[in-house]
Protein backbone atom coordinates (compact mmCIF):
# COMPACT_ATOMS: atom_id res chain seq x y z
CA UNK A 1 0.00 0.00 0.00
CA UNK A 2 1.46 2.96 -0.58
CA UNK A 3 1.84 6.39 1.60
CA UNK A 4 -1.34 8.32 -0.59
CA UNK A 5 -3.38 5.50 0.51
CA UNK A 6 -2.71 5.23 3.67
CA UNK A 7 -4.89 6.26 6.88
CA UNK A 8 -3.42 9.04 8.59
CA UNK A 9 -4.30 8.09 12.40
CA UNK A 10 -2.85 12.22 13.38
CA UNK A 11 -6.13 13.41 12.69
CA UNK A 12 -8.60 10.66 13.33
CA UNK A 13 -11.24 11.96 16.36
CA UNK A 14 -11.48 8.89 19.32
CA UNK A 15 -14.73 7.86 17.36
CA UNK A 16 -13.07 7.80 14.35
CA UNK A 17 -10.72 6.03 15.89
CA UNK A 18 -12.58 3.05 17.59
CA UNK A 19 -14.14 2.75 14.05
CA UNK A 20 -10.65 2.32 12.25
CA UNK A 21 -9.78 -0.62 14.70
CA UNK A 22 -12.97 -2.25 14.05
CA UNK A 23 -12.88 -2.07 10.60
CA UNK A 24 -9.55 -3.69 11.18
CA UNK A 25 -10.87 -6.37 13.35
CA UNK A 26 -9.16 -5.06 16.40
CA UNK A 27 -10.53 -4.40 19.83
CA UNK A 28 -11.92 -0.98 20.96
CA UNK A 29 -9.14 -0.37 23.21
CA UNK A 30 -6.29 -0.26 20.51
CA UNK A 31 -8.05 2.93 19.91
CA UNK A 32 -7.55 4.79 22.90
CA UNK A 33 -3.84 2.95 23.29
CA UNK A 34 -3.17 4.82 19.92
CA UNK A 35 -4.38 8.09 20.90
CA UNK A 36 -2.19 8.47 24.00
CA UNK A 37 0.81 7.57 22.21
CA UNK A 38 0.25 9.72 19.17
CA UNK A 39 -1.30 13.04 21.04
CA UNK A 40 0.18 12.42 24.73
CA UNK A 41 3.60 11.31 24.21
CA UNK A 42 4.20 12.48 20.58
CA UNK A 43 5.09 8.73 18.80
CA UNK A 44 5.82 9.75 15.29
CA UNK A 45 5.85 5.91 14.52
CA UNK A 46 4.57 2.22 15.34
CA UNK A 47 7.83 1.03 16.90
CA UNK A 48 7.80 3.44 19.37
CA UNK A 49 3.93 2.15 20.90
CA UNK A 50 5.55 -0.23 23.24
CA UNK A 51 2.27 -1.70 24.37
CA UNK A 52 1.25 -3.21 21.46
CA UNK A 53 2.31 -5.88 19.79
CA UNK A 54 4.49 -6.68 17.46
CA UNK A 55 1.46 -7.82 14.92
CA UNK A 56 0.09 -5.02 15.39
CA UNK A 57 2.35 -2.72 14.95
CA UNK A 58 3.58 -4.38 11.82
CA UNK A 59 -0.17 -4.39 10.50
CA UNK A 60 -0.39 -0.49 11.63
CA UNK A 61 2.55 0.22 9.47
CA UNK A 62 1.16 -1.24 6.41
CA UNK A 63 -2.09 0.55 6.10
CA UNK A 64 -2.11 3.79 7.93
CA UNK A 65 1.01 6.36 9.25
CA UNK A 66 1.36 9.43 11.60
CA UNK A 67 1.92 12.34 9.76
CA UNK A 68 2.13 16.00 10.47
CA UNK A 69 2.50 18.80 8.49
CA UNK A 70 6.09 20.01 7.40
CA UNK A 71 7.36 22.77 9.43
CA UNK A 72 8.79 25.30 7.34
CA UNK A 73 9.94 27.74 9.57
CA UNK A 74 10.01 28.59 13.18
CA UNK A 75 10.39 32.14 13.96
CA UNK A 76 10.30 33.20 18.04
CA UNK A 77 9.77 36.85 18.80
CA UNK A 78 11.20 39.03 21.38
CA UNK A 79 8.32 38.71 23.32
CA UNK A 80 8.83 35.05 23.46
CA UNK A 81 5.70 34.40 21.05
CA UNK A 82 6.32 31.81 18.56
CA UNK A 83 5.32 31.31 14.90
CA UNK A 84 5.30 28.16 12.77
CA UNK A 85 4.84 28.42 9.00
CA UNK A 86 3.23 24.47 7.69
CA UNK A 87 3.58 22.89 4.86
CA UNK A 88 0.20 21.73 3.88
CA UNK A 89 -0.57 18.28 1.74
CA UNK A 90 -0.52 18.51 -1.86
CA UNK A 91 3.30 20.32 -1.74
CA UNK A 92 4.33 23.57 -3.50
CA UNK A 93 4.07 26.91 -1.85
CA UNK A 94 0.82 25.98 -0.04
CA UNK A 95 1.27 27.08 3.61
CA UNK A 96 -0.55 28.59 6.61
CA UNK A 97 0.67 29.90 10.04
CA UNK A 98 0.11 28.95 13.67
CA UNK A 99 1.29 30.91 17.11
CA UNK A 100 1.26 30.26 20.19
CA UNK A 101 1.82 32.99 22.63
CA UNK A 102 3.01 32.40 26.43
CA UNK A 103 1.74 34.68 29.25
CA UNK A 104 2.80 33.57 32.82
CA UNK A 105 2.09 30.25 32.90
CA UNK A 106 -0.65 30.52 29.92
CA UNK A 107 -0.02 29.45 26.50
CA UNK A 108 -2.29 30.18 23.97
CA UNK A 109 -2.34 28.55 20.96
CA UNK A 110 -3.70 30.55 17.14
CA UNK A 111 -4.73 27.76 14.75
CA UNK A 112 -5.38 27.66 11.75
CA UNK A 113 -8.38 26.13 9.62
CA UNK A 114 -8.47 27.25 6.45
CA UNK A 115 -5.49 28.19 3.59
CA UNK A 116 -6.36 31.57 3.04
CA UNK A 117 -9.74 32.21 3.59
CA UNK A 118 -13.14 31.95 2.38
CA UNK A 119 -14.27 35.23 3.25
CA UNK A 120 -12.77 38.46 2.38
CA UNK A 121 -12.64 40.81 5.84
CA UNK A 122 -11.39 44.26 4.44
CA UNK A 123 -8.98 44.55 7.96
CA UNK A 124 -7.71 41.33 7.86
CA UNK A 125 -4.24 40.44 5.87
CA UNK A 126 -5.50 36.85 5.45
CA UNK A 127 -8.34 37.85 3.96
CA UNK A 128 -6.87 40.20 1.42
CA UNK A 129 -4.36 36.67 0.17
CA UNK A 130 -7.52 34.56 -0.89
CA UNK A 131 -8.24 31.27 -0.68
CA UNK A 132 -7.08 27.93 -1.65
CA UNK A 133 -8.57 25.01 0.14
CA UNK A 134 -9.81 23.69 3.66
CA UNK A 135 -7.12 21.75 5.92
CA UNK A 136 -7.55 18.41 6.51
CA UNK A 137 -8.03 17.34 10.43
CA UNK A 138 -4.68 15.88 10.32
CA UNK A 139 -3.57 19.71 9.57
CA UNK A 140 -5.56 21.10 12.01
CA UNK A 141 -4.49 19.19 14.57
CA UNK A 142 -1.25 18.52 13.52
CA UNK A 143 -0.53 22.00 14.50
CA UNK A 144 -0.99 21.57 18.02
CA UNK A 145 0.90 18.08 18.31
CA UNK A 146 4.10 20.26 16.53
CA UNK A 147 3.43 23.33 19.28
CA UNK A 148 4.07 21.07 21.88
CA UNK A 149 6.56 18.89 20.61
CA UNK A 150 8.33 21.74 19.91
CA UNK A 151 9.36 21.98 23.57
CA UNK A 152 10.29 18.30 24.26
CA UNK A 153 9.32 15.17 24.81
CA UNK A 154 5.33 14.90 25.57
CA UNK A 155 4.93 14.76 29.27
CA UNK A 156 0.99 13.95 29.79
CA UNK A 157 1.96 14.74 33.96
CA UNK A 158 3.87 17.38 33.44
CA UNK A 159 3.30 21.37 33.04
CA UNK A 160 1.19 21.77 30.10
CA UNK A 161 2.67 23.45 27.06
CA UNK A 162 -0.16 24.79 25.65
CA UNK A 163 -2.91 25.69 27.60
CA UNK A 164 -5.43 27.22 25.35
CA UNK A 165 -6.07 26.89 21.79
CA UNK A 166 -8.29 29.56 19.74
CA UNK A 167 -9.67 28.40 16.55
CA UNK A 168 -8.50 31.89 15.45
CA UNK A 169 -5.65 31.49 12.89
CA UNK A 170 -6.00 31.59 9.15
CA UNK A 171 -9.36 31.04 7.66
CA UNK A 172 -13.24 31.06 8.92
CA UNK A 173 -13.41 27.71 11.41
CA UNK A 174 -17.32 27.18 10.51
CA UNK A 175 -16.83 26.98 6.91
CA UNK A 176 -14.46 23.93 7.59
CA UNK A 177 -17.27 22.65 9.84
CA UNK A 178 -16.38 18.53 10.09
CA UNK A 179 -12.38 18.84 10.18
CA UNK A 180 -12.56 21.69 12.93
CA UNK A 181 -15.40 19.51 15.01
CA UNK A 182 -13.10 16.65 15.09
CA UNK A 183 -10.02 18.50 15.74
CA UNK A 184 -11.38 20.17 18.41
CA UNK A 185 -13.06 17.11 19.59
CA UNK A 186 -9.71 16.11 20.24
CA UNK A 187 -8.40 19.03 22.14
CA UNK A 188 -10.66 18.19 24.60
CA UNK A 189 -10.60 14.09 24.84
CA UNK A 190 -8.88 13.01 27.94
CA UNK A 191 -6.79 10.60 26.29
CA UNK A 192 -5.47 13.53 24.10
CA UNK A 193 -4.79 16.84 24.75
CA UNK A 194 -7.06 16.83 27.81
CA UNK A 195 -8.26 20.75 27.24
CA UNK A 196 -11.17 22.15 29.11
CA UNK A 197 -14.17 23.42 27.19
CA UNK A 198 -13.57 26.60 28.14
CA UNK A 199 -9.86 26.68 27.12
CA UNK A 200 -11.14 25.79 23.35
CA UNK A 201 -12.59 28.72 21.98
CA UNK A 202 -13.94 28.90 18.05
CA UNK A 203 -13.83 32.56 16.30
CA UNK A 204 -16.48 32.94 13.48
CA UNK A 205 -16.94 35.92 11.31
CA UNK A 206 -21.08 34.87 11.79
CA UNK A 207 -21.80 31.77 9.34
CA UNK A 208 -25.29 31.99 11.49
CA UNK A 209 -26.33 28.50 10.11
CA UNK A 210 -23.04 26.40 11.27
CA UNK A 211 -23.53 27.99 15.05
CA UNK A 212 -27.13 26.10 15.35
CA UNK A 213 -25.08 22.84 14.31
CA UNK A 214 -21.85 23.85 16.24
CA UNK A 215 -24.18 23.65 19.46
CA UNK A 216 -25.79 20.20 18.49
CA UNK A 217 -21.81 18.85 18.45
CA UNK A 218 -19.94 20.14 21.32
CA UNK A 219 -19.84 22.87 24.00
CA UNK A 220 -16.17 25.00 23.35
CA UNK A 221 -16.25 28.08 24.30
CA UNK A 222 -17.65 30.79 21.30
CA UNK A 223 -16.28 33.99 20.33
CA UNK A 224 -17.35 36.31 17.29
CA UNK A 225 -15.60 38.76 15.26
CA UNK A 226 -18.33 41.65 16.03
CA UNK A 227 -15.88 44.96 14.64
CA UNK A 228 -19.28 47.25 14.12
CA UNK A 229 -22.22 48.02 16.21
CA UNK A 230 -24.53 48.50 12.88
CA UNK A 231 -25.25 46.39 10.16
CA UNK A 232 -23.96 49.30 7.25
CA UNK A 233 -20.22 49.54 8.59
CA UNK A 234 -20.42 45.56 9.35
CA UNK A 235 -21.55 44.93 5.74
CA UNK A 236 -18.33 46.87 4.52
CA UNK A 237 -15.96 45.33 7.67
CA UNK A 238 -17.55 41.81 7.47
CA UNK A 239 -19.11 41.22 4.21
CA UNK A 240 -20.53 37.90 5.26
CA UNK A 241 -22.94 40.35 7.67
CA UNK A 242 -24.69 41.32 4.50
CA UNK A 243 -26.20 37.48 4.69
CA UNK A 244 -26.52 36.94 8.04
CA UNK A 245 -27.32 40.36 9.45
CA UNK A 246 -25.53 41.85 13.49
CA UNK A 247 -29.41 40.51 14.95
CA UNK A 248 -29.88 36.82 13.35
CA UNK A 249 -26.17 37.06 14.27
CA UNK A 250 -26.86 37.79 18.34
CA UNK A 251 -29.89 35.78 17.86
CA UNK A 252 -27.82 32.23 17.41
CA UNK A 253 -25.20 33.59 19.70
CA UNK A 254 -27.79 33.49 22.62
CA UNK A 255 -29.22 29.90 21.41
CA UNK A 256 -25.55 28.64 21.72
CA UNK A 257 -25.17 29.51 25.24
CA UNK A 258 -28.45 28.48 25.62
CA UNK A 259 -27.56 24.91 24.47
CA UNK A 260 -24.36 24.98 27.27
CA UNK A 261 -24.75 22.91 30.32
CA UNK A 262 -23.02 25.55 32.54
CA UNK A 263 -22.96 29.42 32.75
CA UNK A 264 -20.65 30.94 29.98
CA UNK A 265 -20.01 34.09 28.02
CA UNK A 266 -19.86 34.70 24.39
CA UNK A 267 -16.24 36.67 23.68
CA UNK A 268 -17.15 39.83 21.03
CA UNK A 269 -13.82 40.67 19.38
CA UNK A 270 -13.78 44.14 18.31
CA UNK A 271 -10.91 45.00 16.52
CA UNK A 272 -10.37 48.86 16.54
CA UNK A 273 -9.67 51.16 13.14
CA UNK A 274 -8.78 55.22 13.85
CA UNK A 275 -12.05 56.81 12.65
CA UNK A 276 -13.71 53.75 11.16
CA UNK A 277 -15.19 52.68 14.54
CA UNK A 278 -13.72 53.94 17.37
CA UNK A 279 -15.66 56.51 18.00
CA UNK A 280 -17.17 57.50 21.93
CA UNK A 281 -20.94 57.60 19.31
CA UNK A 282 -20.13 53.51 18.13
CA UNK A 283 -18.53 52.83 21.71
CA UNK A 284 -22.22 53.84 23.08
CA UNK A 285 -24.55 51.86 20.09
CA UNK A 286 -22.13 48.48 21.19
CA UNK A 287 -23.68 49.22 24.79
CA UNK A 288 -27.16 48.90 23.61
CA UNK A 289 -26.46 46.25 20.82
CA UNK A 290 -25.01 43.97 23.40
CA UNK A 291 -27.35 44.38 26.31
CA UNK A 292 -29.51 41.48 26.73
CA UNK A 293 -26.38 39.06 25.36
CA UNK A 294 -24.15 37.50 28.40
CA UNK A 295 -20.71 38.48 26.88
CA UNK A 296 -17.26 40.21 27.50
CA UNK A 297 -15.37 42.36 25.05
CA UNK A 298 -11.90 42.09 23.86
CA UNK A 299 -11.11 45.56 21.91
CA UNK A 300 -8.13 44.95 19.33
CA UNK A 301 -6.02 47.92 17.87
CA UNK A 302 -5.87 47.34 14.38
CA UNK A 303 -2.26 46.14 13.21
CA UNK A 304 -0.86 47.16 10.36
CA UNK A 305 -0.13 45.32 7.21
CA UNK A 306 0.84 46.89 3.75
CA UNK A 307 -1.94 48.78 1.50
CA UNK A 308 -4.42 48.24 4.51
CA UNK A 309 -5.86 51.17 4.19
CA UNK A 310 -6.56 51.13 8.17
CA UNK A 311 -4.71 52.86 10.67
CA UNK A 312 -4.39 52.03 14.56
CA UNK A 313 -6.55 54.32 16.70
CA UNK A 314 -4.20 56.04 19.60
CA UNK A 315 -4.03 54.78 23.31
CA UNK A 316 -6.24 57.53 24.47
CA UNK A 317 -9.18 57.28 21.95
CA UNK A 318 -9.07 53.44 22.66
CA UNK A 319 -8.82 54.04 26.70
CA UNK A 320 -12.04 56.22 26.13
CA UNK A 321 -13.74 53.82 24.04
CA UNK A 322 -12.75 50.72 26.65
CA UNK A 323 -14.06 52.92 29.67
CA UNK A 324 -17.36 53.43 27.98
CA UNK A 325 -18.11 50.01 27.87
CA UNK A 326 -16.81 49.40 31.43
CA UNK A 327 -18.92 51.86 32.63
CA UNK A 328 -22.17 50.66 31.39
CA UNK A 329 -21.15 47.16 33.40
CA UNK A 330 -19.08 45.54 30.28
CA UNK A 331 -15.65 43.20 31.13
CA UNK A 332 -13.11 44.52 28.58
CA UNK A 333 -9.68 43.80 27.93
CA UNK A 334 -7.73 45.66 25.30
CA UNK A 335 -5.51 42.89 23.50
CA UNK A 336 -1.70 43.64 23.83
CA UNK A 337 0.28 43.36 20.55
CA UNK A 338 2.14 40.15 20.44
CA UNK A 339 4.70 38.85 17.45
CA UNK A 340 4.49 41.67 15.88
CA UNK A 341 8.47 41.85 15.07
CA UNK A 342 7.28 38.50 12.81
CA UNK A 343 4.00 39.41 11.65
CA UNK A 344 2.69 37.12 14.31
CA UNK A 345 0.03 39.59 15.75
CA UNK A 346 -3.96 39.56 15.20
CA UNK A 347 -4.80 40.03 11.44
CA UNK A 348 -1.43 39.61 10.16
CA UNK A 349 -0.83 35.81 9.24
CA UNK A 350 -1.02 35.15 5.86
CA UNK A 351 0.70 31.92 5.02
CA UNK A 352 2.08 31.67 1.29
CA UNK A 353 -0.23 30.10 -0.89
CA UNK A 354 -2.13 29.69 -4.82
CA UNK A 355 -4.96 32.14 -4.49
CA UNK A 356 -7.61 29.93 -6.29
CA UNK A 357 -10.29 32.93 -6.05
CA UNK A 358 -7.66 35.62 -7.52
CA UNK A 359 -8.36 37.80 -4.37
CA UNK A 360 -5.23 38.62 -4.07
CA UNK A 361 -4.55 39.74 -7.90
CA UNK A 362 -7.91 41.73 -7.77
CA UNK A 363 -6.70 43.94 -4.84
CA UNK A 364 -3.36 44.51 -6.28
CA UNK A 365 -4.93 45.54 -9.92
CA UNK A 366 -7.42 47.56 -8.15
CA UNK A 367 -4.22 49.16 -6.47
CA UNK A 368 -2.47 49.84 -9.84
CA UNK A 369 -5.51 52.03 -10.95
CA UNK A 370 -6.25 53.76 -7.75
CA UNK A 371 -2.40 54.93 -7.68
Known amino acids: MTDATKVNLLGLSPKKMVEFFESIGEKKFRATQVLKWIHQKGAENFDEMTDVSKKLRAKLQDISEIRAPEIVSQNISQDGTRKWVIRTEGGGNNCVETVLIPDGDRATLCVSSQVGCSLDCSFCSTGKQGFNRNLTPAEIIGQVWIAIKSFGLMDPNGPRRVTNVVMMGMGEPLMNFEPVVDSMILMMDDHAYGLSK ?97 CKINLIPFNP ?41 CGQLVGDFHDKTRRSQKYIELKEVNS
Open 198 to 294: RRVTLSTSGVVPKIYELAKRTDVSLAISLHAPTNPLRDELVPINKKYPIAELLEACQHYLDSLPDKRHITIEYTMMAGVNDQEHQAYELVELLKNLE
Open 305 to 345: FPNSGYEKPSNNQTRRFQKILADNGYTVTVRTTRGDDIDAA
